[in-house]
């Protein structure tokens, strides 16, 4: 995993060597977990370091009101629970990036009138929660059997700016930990479509930035989601496959 993300790296400015060992451009170790939850139709546990999120999956099921309900197509509800305390608008935001994320794969038509649920439970945090939710969230789906016409699966990229040399270029750190957000002028996760390689949500925080950092950061998180899905692909074979680009040409 790592020397994939290695290979992968594109070229710019040194960053500081990080704490834990790792290069800008790696992520932590992934670690999944399927069917965690036995009373859910779907669930998945997924850490990145020391950041967990577990997720479950209700339906498709009828909505629990009429008013949910649309005669064509599912529709899908997204609820965070922070580790602790009560929802906040961090947590809605949260809530709005994964809803698009999501909706983007997800094939609302094949579950007309029904309902999907999917309930996100922080267990720790320690930096890039947006993106563990994101993967967590897919995994629980497809440990549900929901029907997704891609993968949908996501990084955070932290921005370091040295703000006492304007014209100095940026360093970009691939999912960085809760100490190396504090020091990011600004953080971004991104949600990317596996079939096509396209950006399909972002959330960010911090600082706003011009369009080429942008594009580097969505172009070297779309390079990291590639490695994630590689790695998926290959802890979870089975039940990937018909979601999974195959890396056969034939």
Same mark, same amino acid.
């Given at each position: 995993?790592? #020397? @994939?993300? @290695?290979?992968?790296?594109?070229a710019?400015?040194?960053?500081?060597?990080? #704490?834990?060992g &790792?290069?800008?451009h790696q992520?932590?170790?992934?670690? =999944?977990?399927?069917?965690?939850l $036995?009373r859910a139709?779907?669930?998945?546990?997924?850490?990145?370091?020391?950041?967990?999120v577990?997720?479950?999956?209700y339906?498709? &099921? %009828?909505?629990?009101?009429?008013?949910?309900?649309?005669?064509?197509? @599912?529709?899908?509800?997204?609820?965070v629970?922070p &580790?602790?305390?009560?929802?906040g608008p961090?947590?809605? +935001?949260?809530?709005?990036?994964? +809803?698009r #994320?999501?909706?983007h794969?997800?094939?609302?038509e094949q579950y007309?009138?029904? #309902?999907?649920?999917?309930?996100? +439970?922080?267990?720790s945090? %320690?930096?890039s929660v947006?993106a563990?939710a994101?993967?967590? !969230? *897919? $995994?629980?789906?497809?440990?549900?059997g929901? !029907?997704?016409r891609?993968?949908?699966?996501?990084v955070?990229?932290?921005?370091l700016? %040295?703000s006492? =040399?304007?014209?100095?270029?940026v360093?970009?750190?691939? /999912?960085?930990?809760?100490?190396e957000?504090?020091?990011? !002028?600004?953080?971004?996760t991104?949600?990317?479509?596996?079939?096509?390689?396209?950006?399909?949500s972002?959330?960010?925080?911090?600082?706003?930035? /011009?369009?080429?950092?942008?594009?580097n950061?969505v172009?070297a998180?779309?390079k990291?989601?590639t =490695?994630l899905?590689a790695?998926? &692909?290959?802890?979870l074979?089975?039940r990937?496959e018909? *979601?999974?680009?195959?890396?056969d040409?034939?």
């Amino acid at each position: 995993l790592a #020397q @994939a993300q @290695a290979d992968g790296a594109m070229a710019e400015s040194p960053s500081p060597p990080r #704490q834990d060992g &790792r290069g800008p451009h790696q992520l932590r170790p992934p670690l =999944v977990a399927i069917g965690a939850l $036995l009373r859910a139709d779907g669930s998945a546990r997924f850490a990145l370091g020391q950041s967990v999120v577990l997720a479950a999956v209700y339906g498709p &099921r %009828d909505p629990k009101s009429r008013g949910r309900e649309v005669f064509d197509r @599912a529709t899908l509800e997204v609820i965070v629970r922070p &580790r602790v305390g009560v929802p906040g608008p961090a947590e809605r +935001q949260l809530e709005g990036h994964l +809803q698009r #994320q999501l909706d983007h794969v997800v094939m609302h038509e094949q579950y007309p009138r029904t #309902q999907i649920t999917v309930i996100l +439970q922080v267990c720790s945090s %320690d930096g890039s929660v947006a993106a563990v939710a994101g993967n967590a !969230a *897919f $995994l629980a789906l497809l440990d549900a059997g929901v !029907a997704m016409r891609a993968t949908a699966l996501g990084v955070s990229i932290g921005v370091l700016i %040295d703000s006492e =040399v304007p014209e100095a270029p940026v360093s970009l750190l691939m /999912d960085p930990t809760e100490a190396e957000e504090r020091e990011c !002028a600004a953080v971004i996760t991104i949600g990317v479509d596996g079939g096509r390689g396209e950006l399909v949500s972002s959330i960010s925080s911090g600082a706003a930035l /011009d369009a080429v950092t942008w594009s580097n950061c969505v172009t070297a998180g779309t390079k990291a989601c590639t =490695v994630l899905e590689a790695f998926l &692909r290959t802890s979870l074979q089975k039940r990937l496959e018909p *979601f999974l680009r195959s890396s056969d040409p034939s």
